[in-house]
């Protein structure tokens, strides 16, 4: 006798929760059944997806938020770097060097 397989030793425990028989007799509790895997399916898929997308949008909005922070401190350096040259300018005017 050949020893058996993983695969038969798993189908031989697996059984089906409704027989061919069972179908035949009344297709819709067969079909209901399957309907409900499928929902269960779609639903475990669905939430996989959220979180993945969730963790993607998070590592998003840290990018982003590098980027307003770095935008933010060019910005404060040229207004400071504008208000002295403005300053200037109007010292000069004053004084009549410029007009």
Do not use: C
């Not at 050949?2 to 179908?23: G, H, L, N, R």
């Not at 297709?27 to 059944?33: A, E, R, T, Y």
């Not at 639903?43 to 307003?68: H, W």
């Amino acid at each position: 006798m050949a020893p058996k397989k993983p695969i038969d030793t798993i189908a031989s425990s697996v059984k089906s929760p409704i027989t061919f028989k069972e179908f035949s007799k009344d297709p819709v509790k067969g079909l209901l059944f399957i309907v409900i895997i499928a929902i269960g399916y779609l639903y475990y898929d669905g939430k996989i997806n959220y979180t993945e997308q969730i963790e993607k949008q998070g590592q998003k909005i840290v990018l982003l938020e590098t980027k307003i922070d770095q935008l933010s401190d060019q910005l404060r350096r040229s207004d400071s770097a504008l208000s002295g040259a403005i300053s200037k300018i109007t010292v000069l005017q004053e004084l009549g060097k410029i007009q």
